[in-house]
């Protein structure tokens, strides 16, 4: 069906449409979460295609992860015939490697190292002594030679500290034992780029003219020399669009700065700025906690946000648990009570009638979140107890499994990166590795399902996590604060809203910590609750910035085992 012109701006508001119809120059989207920022850039670029015969071969959207990336180049192809370039810094930085291999003296088929195998390379040349820390700091060296080069080729006056000389030489030393094996790491598929790219002025000019449209998501989160590389990419007078909420800036633990964010007007004197203020994601109880929670330490003190979503009788639940393990149990009986019955029913009908704001609820608009990784375990062994699916999304590199390489290694790369190719890989390896391997295969199906062998492989050594997290499989998602950023669900429980953990004790940035909180809030869409083990301590202060008539607090249930004393 050929596309009505300018259909493809009739689903957006008209502020979304505002930004999206701003074509040339640079344009600063600022807007609060659930405001369809996604949706907007998505749209703006299929109207750039559609409707304005851009090709879409010069479009370059970057993404803050490779599952926003696929999520976003789906929605595209749906939508216009060719391929946008859609990827994440990391991707878009390889891209450039492979494409200047012989200009970086690579060899054309060098690999992406991983933590092991950089540990490996640094054993050579160190010994067995502090490798970890050397690790982090020819990290950070190398980062820093990269942006400063960009600096100065940029014209401003280069600011960091002095570089110690023996680092320098080490540096040197990893990077010459890495080439010779035809090795890069994470950190040169963004410092290679920026160099190469302050360097030689011809190579700007290229992937200037490749790369007329750019446009980022989660821009606040960039950090140096990410934000380099857009500029060597984008002419002053280039057509950059940036997205973002420094509210939800939530990486400067990674070096993300929010002040590249802050400054865009700065470096872009004719940008224009388009705020979106409507949420179409949370119900308005929601979104007036969200805005309360962040209000002591926002960014964006004029922000507006309003909500959309009709009101419903639904407050922000909070619920004191005893410990861990009652507050899992909270989190399990809340969830049974959501489905409407006992978890036989829901496990049965997967869909079951009870919300009455979206029809049925089903396992996969739940999602449970949490600060550090280690606190899902009670709720884990609650869920399994029920015999309540979930999926744990988890950030182990794919690559760094047992198996996993051994499998790549017989994996002949022919025409397709398909499960089957993969199973007949498998039958290639020796013997002895037959259980490592079945392990490997089940985790490497799912990323073999979604990419062609080229982009498999390049996955894989981007550091493919073994990220089992299907957005389309129905079951109760399990995910850290970081990992549910950009995402949605009916219903959202945060549980360990303790002070030390939410703010972490340690935090570098208790404003971040409270953005944080923010971000959490703001994933729900009709109900939200708050949990806390008073065995932990006093509840998180950010508690606090909830108004009562926004909150309900949920009576303490008594756990599953104190339920069982009495019962005895
Ligand atoms: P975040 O800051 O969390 O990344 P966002 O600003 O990127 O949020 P989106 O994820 O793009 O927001 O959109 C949030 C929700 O609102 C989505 O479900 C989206 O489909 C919906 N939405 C966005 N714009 C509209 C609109 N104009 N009409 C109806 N629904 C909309
Ligand atoms: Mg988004």
Same mark, same amino acid.
């Given at each position: 069906v050929a596309p009505v012109p300018g259909a493809l701006l009739d689903g957006l508001d008209p502020d979304q449409r505002a930004a999206a119809s701003v074509v040339e120059g640079q344009l600063l989207i600022v807007a609060g979460p659930g405001t369809g920022k996604t949706r907007t850039l998505t749209h703006r670029i299929a109207h750039l295609v559609i409707d304005h015969g851009v090709d879409p071969g010069s479009v370059l959207a970057i993404t803050f992860t490779r599952r926003a990336a696929e999520e976003m180049r789906e929605r595209l192809a749906a939508l216009v015939d060719g391929d946008v370039n859609v990827a994440t810094f990391h991707q878009f930085g390889l891209q450039v490697l492979r494409e200047q291999h012989a200009v970086l003296g690579l060899a054309p088929d060098f690999a992406v190292a991983d933590e092991p195998t950089r540990i490996a390379v640094l054993r050579e040349i160190l010994g067995d002594s502090s490798v970890r820390k050397a690790l982090q700091d020819i990290s950070r060296v190398k980062r820093m030679f990269a942006a400063r080069l960009a600096a100065s080729a940029a014209g401003e006056l280069p600011i960091g500290d002095e570089i110690d000389g023996d680092l320098i030489g080490l540096v040197e030393r990893y990077d010459k034992a890495m080439h010779s094996r035809?090795?890069? %790491? #994470?950190?040169?598929?963004?410092?290679?780029?920026?160099?190469?790219?302050?360097?030689? +002025? %011809?190579?700007?000019?290229?992937?200037?003219? /490749?790369?007329?449209? +750019?446009?980022?998501?989660?821009?606040?989160d960039v950090d140096e020399l990410q934000y380099r590389l857009l500029q060597e990419l984008t002419p002053p007078t280039g057509n950059l669009c940036a997205i973002g909420d420094p509210d939800q800036a939530i990486y400067s633990f990674r070096g993300a700065d929010v002040g590249f964010f802050l400054r865009f007007q700065r470096d872009f004197p004719t940008a224009r700025t388009v705020q979106l203020t409507r949420n179409y994601r949370s119900s308005p109880v929601i979104v007036a906690g969200a805005v309360a929670a962040v209000r002591?330490?926002?960014?964006?003190?004029?922000?507006?946000?309003?909500?959309?979503?009709?009101?419903?009788?639904?407050? *922000?639940? *909070?619920?004191?648990?005893?410990?861990?393990e009652a507050e899992a149990q909270f989190v399990v009986q809340t969830i049974e009570e959501l489905l409407g019955g006992s978890s036989f029913h829901a496990r049965d009908s997967g869909r079951v009638a009870g919300d009455g704001v979206q029809g049925g609820l089903s396992f996969d608009d739940i999602a449970v979140l949490y600060r550090t990784a280690a606190q899902a375990r009670p709720v884990m062994e609650a869920l399994s107890r029920e015999g309540l699916p979930f999926q744990k999304r988890s950030h182990s590199p794919l690559a760094g499994h047992p198996g996993v390489q051994e499998l790549v290694k017989h994996f002949v790369v022919a025409q397709d990166a398909t499960p089957a190719l993969l199973r007949r890989a498998a039958q290639?390896?020796?013997?002895? #590795?037959?259980?490592?391997?079945?392990?490997?295969?089940?985790?490497?199906?799912?990323?073999?399902?979604?990419?062609? $062998?080229?982009?498999?492989?390049?996955?894989? =050594?981007l550091g493919a996590e073994v990220d089992t997290w299907d957005p389309r499989a129905n079951r109760i998602s399990l995910l850290t604060l970081h990992a549910a950023k950009g995402l949605e669900f009916p219903v959202v429980f945060i549980i360990g809203c303790a002070d030390g953990l939410l703010p972490m004790q340690w935090a570098e940035e208790p404003d971040e910590e409270r953005?944080?909180?923010?971000?959490? *809030? =703001?994933?729900?869409?009709?109900? !939200?609750? !708050?949990?806390?083990?008073? /065995?932990?301590?006093? $509840? =998180? $202060?950010? !508690? /606090?910035?909830?108004?009562?008539?926004?909150?309900?607090?949920?009576?303490?249930?008594?756990?599953?085992?104190s339920r069982q004393l009495r019962l005895l």
């Open positions: 035809d090795l890069v %790491d #994470f950190d040169d598929l963004l410092a290679m780029p920026v160099t190469l790219l302050s360097r030689q +002025i %011809d190579l700007v000019e290229h992937y200037r003219a /490749r790369y007329k449209w +750019i446009c980022v998501d989660e821009y606040q002591p330490a926002t960014l964006v003190p004029d922000r507006e946000l309003q909500a959309m979503r009709p009101a419903t009788d639904d407050r *922000i639940g *909070i619920h004191p648990a005893a410990d861990e290639q390896v020796p013997e002895e #590795f037959a259980d490592t391997v079945q392990d490997a295969l089940e985790l490497l199906q799912p990323l073999a399902l979604r990419h062609s $062998p080229e982009s498999f492989l390049a996955e894989l =050594s953005r944080l909180f923010f971000v959490g *809030i =703001s994933r729900a869409q009709n109900h !939200l609750y !708050l949990s806390h083990a008073q /065995r932990r301590g006093a $509840p =998180s $202060p950010f !508690l /606090r910035s909830l108004d009562d008539s926004l909150v309900e607090r949920l009576a303490g249930r008594t756990s599953r085992r």
